[in-house]
């Protein structure tokens, strides 16, 4: 069963940086299409940024130039270093594993979510 733990998530100032960190366990992560996804107060869960095992990332238009996707197969980790956050960042960050494709449509898998707030 593959688990996901996320963690780096936090208090921080308009124009600051967080780095949130997902670790992977239970599978072979390099078939498997990581994730970031974020949920604001009152608002849907979004996807924010993907990465596949060979590194092509997908970014959300709103964090486009500001965040950066990466990860290490031989650490299977993911992270996502979140530059000039601004107030309209602040959400609970979901990591999430998506292995549809190599495992079959059970494969979607999603971390507890951690909180970052985004406050002056």
């Known amino acids: 069963q593959v688990q996901l733990v996320e963690s780096g998530g936090g208090l921080v100032q308009p124009g600051g940086s967080l780095r949130l960190s997902c670790a992977f366990s239970?599978?072979?992560?390099?078939?498997?299409?990581m994730g970031w996804y974020r949920r604001g107060p009152g608002n849907q869960r979004e996807q924010v940024a993907a990465?596949?095992?060979?590194?092509?990332?997908n970014y959300a238009d709103f964090v486009k130039g500001r965040f950066t996707i990466s990860r290490d197969n031989a650490k299977n980790t993911v992270n996502l270093q979140m530059n000039s956050l601004e107030p309209e960042d602040t959400a609970v960050y979901y990591c999430?594993?998506?292995?549809?494709?190599?495992?079959?449509?059970?494969?979607?898998?999603w971390g507890q979510g951690t909180q970052v707030i985004v406050s002056s």
């Open positions: 239970g599978s072979i992560f390099s078939i498997y299409v």
């Open positions: 999430n594993a998506d292995g549809r494709v190599a495992a079959g449509p059970g494969a979607d898998y």
């Open positions: 990465i596949t095992s060979d590194g092509s990332t």
